[in-house]
Every structure is written in C-alpha cells, then in structure tokens.
C-alpha cells in the first residue's frame, strides 16, 4: 500500500536550536502534504498545507516564521522548527494526499511521526 | 464548515466480540469523503477504510466495515471480532470535494480498549 515516511522518528534537542524534519511520499506522487501537530489524548491539529513547488497555507494561529515548510517535490515535503522552545515539544505528524494507483481513491496517507522534545 | 463528532471518550469490548464507534459529521458540501483512521500507541496514523458520499453500499475492508446512514449523517465504524492488536485510539475524519480546500476534518477520536 501507499507509504508515507518522516524523519527524524524522535529527536531531542536544546532549546534555541533548529529541527527539520522530513516527509517521503515513497510509492506515489502527493497532490498535496499536510502537516500536524498532536498533543496527548487529542485529536490532530492541522497546522499547514502545502502543494509542490508553491508557499504552504499556514492555519490562523501557526507562526510560519516559526515552523517553515519546504514543498521541494511531489514526493518531499519538510518542516523546520526555528528556534525550538520546550512548547514546541510535541509530535508531530505528515500528510500526503495522493491516488496509489490511477482511479483509484484519493486518499490522505500518514508518516509515523516525529517526537520532538526540546530541552 | 465541516464536523466530525465522535462522542464517545473511550470504549471497551471483550476480545473476539464486534464493536461499534460512533462517527456524526456535518457539512454544507454535497459531495464528500469519510474515513476512519488507527492509532496505536506507537503514533502512526494508520488508514482504515473510505466511504463516498454518493456510495451505494457501505463500505468494508476486511473485519471493518463503515454502517453509513445519509439521512442521519452518520458514519459509525463496525470492527468485528476484536482482537487485543485492535486497542487504539479511532479517528472519524471527512474531505469535502468542493469545500475547506481539500483540507480533511478529524474528530476528537475514540479510544478503544480490547479485553482478553
């Protein structure tokens, strides 16, 4: 089926630091890639959405200088958290969107997710 | 706008017996997608099962099958014999096809607890 990979799995850093993460579509093109943020017991917060080759649409309250999205390729996409803070520690979760085969659904596949900890 | 509500906090079912999680979703669209997701403890996200609107039957993969009922905007999920592996937290989620810019709507999630 369709994979979707992200690294780091876990990362623990100094707060001030810089962390990015990457998304893989791996078996098919993404029309689009979504990023999220999840606190314990909660639902998923959308945090941007980004298309190939165009800017991400951040949601209202998320700071794009403070999380940047790179939309590279139609199978890459990245997040770098700036200037990481211990309320940035959360774990964060990838998006594509894509058919894994033509015709069939359009469906959102998800990475694993990134634990990050920031000290 | 779109919905998802899904009101049930946690849920628990005795191995081997099916368990219904309850999925209500509200939207203008006339034209939308539902799914379910698994998450386990590891945090994966992990696809379940589709649903169109315009679907004539209702979906099933496997021991999951989607009772979708329209006219109630209802889109509960239906695991049959349950296996300890199936404890998780579920997430209802909808895409509207013409509406939110493609952007999917998630529930707060169920979390399922499988008994031996």
């Known amino acids: 089926g369709a994979v979707v990979s992200q690294h780091p799995s876990r990362v623990i850093c100094k707060s001030g630091t810089s962390v990015k993460i990457e998304c893989r579509s791996l078996d098919f093109q993404a029309t689009t890639m979504f990023w999220y943020r999840q606190f314990p017991k909660q639902s998923l917060m959308l945090m941007a959405t980004s298309n190939e080759g165009s800017k991400a649409t951040y949601e209202q309250g998320v700071e794009k200088d403070k999380f940047l999205i790179n939309h590279a390729s139609l199978t890459l996409s990245t997040l770098t958290v700036t200037s990481a803070h211990p309320e940035d520690s959360s774990f964060y979760i990838c998006?594509?969107?894509?058919?894994?085969?033509?015709?069939?659904?359009?469906?959102?596949?998800f990475g694993p997710g990134t634990r990050l900890t920031v000290l | 706008a779109q919905k998802i509500t899904q009101t049930q906090p946690g849920m628990f079912v005795q191995e081997k017996e099916a368990v219904t999680l309850d999925c209500t979703y509200d939207?203008?669209?006339?034209?939308?997608?539902l799914f379910w997701y698994k998450q386990p403890s590891s945090g994966e996200m992990i696809f379940l099962i589709y649903?169109?609107?315009?679907?004539?039957q209702n979906a099933t993969e496997g021991r999951y099958s989607l009772n979708f009922q329209k006219a109630r905007k209802s889109a509960n999920l239906v695991i049959s014999a349950s296996q300890l592996g199936d404890s998780a937290m579920y997430f209802c989620a909808m895409r509207g096809h013409n509406t939110n810019a493609g952007k999917s709507t998630f529930g707060d999630g169920t979390t399922l607890t499988v008994k031996p």
């Open positions: 649903q169109g609107s315009y679907d004539q």
């Open positions: 998006s594509a969107r894509g058919r894994q085969e033509a015709g069939g659904t359009d469906t959102q596949y």
């Open positions: 939207t203008s669209d006339p034209s939308y997608g």
